[in-house]
């Protein structure tokens, strides 16, 4: 049978470390530096507690503000920049927690090549104190929205793949008169 053993390292520059063995793997590690008082469990777990609450509080909240629905909403921030070469960057946010960013450049978009502009952006709100976000594309690719919350197609029956590749195998039988 395997034992529990406790070693305790005392190293030159004044810092100390247990480990704690069970057999011949080490299982615990612990390290102070002379003259400093052993962490307790308490304060591990004050540590913790307090880990917990900073993560709770960088989270993102619902706006605490109450609007009243038959106002506007006020805009706390707005930004907009339009440059010379066509591109822009605007932004901004409403008093409700909704919030808009788009970036966007002229670029080649069209099959023959025509000038059109290419959208990066981001929007996100409240709906019952929940934070739904999406961020898009709008390219020559057309609008590409991903938001967790979009609703995806049911996957394509393996019987209609077969037969979609069939047909583009068989570009032949496409002209053939049917009787």
């Known amino acids: 049978m395997q034992h529990n053993e ?4 005392q190293f030159d520059s004044g810092i100390s470390r247990k480990e704690r063995h069970f057999g ?11 003259g400093q008082a052993e962490e307790t469990e308490d304060q591990r777990s004050a540590i913790v507690l307090c880990c917990v609450l900073a993560a709770a ?6 706006p605490l503000l109450k609007l009243n629905p038959n106002e506007p909403i006020p805009i706390v921030a707005q930004s907009s920049v339009q440059n010379e070469d066509g591109s822009f960057q605007n932004s901004y946010e409403s008093a409700d927690g909704t919030k808009v960013d788009a970036a966007g450049l002229q670029k ?3 099959p023959k090549g025509e000038a059109g502009t290419a959208i990066q952006g981001a929007y996100s709100f409240y709906i019952d104190n929940v934070l739904y976000t999406l961020t898009y594309v709008a390219d020559e690719n057309g ?3 991903q938001a967790n919350y979009l609703p995806t197609p049911p996957p394509i029956p393996e019987k209609i793949l077969e037969a979609l ?4 195998a068989h570009p032949e039988e496409d002209n053939l008169k049917r009787k």
Request: charged share 10%; proline share 10%; net charge negative.
């Open 24 to 34: 011949s793997l080490p299982v615990e590690y612990s390290a102070r530096v002379e």
């Open 108 to 110: 080649a978009v069209g």
């Open 165 to 168: 590749a069939y047909n583009a």
């Open 6 to 9: 406790l070693y305790i390292l």
């Open 143 to 145: 609008f590409q929205p």
């Open 57 to 62: 509080l960088a989270a993102p909240q619902a």
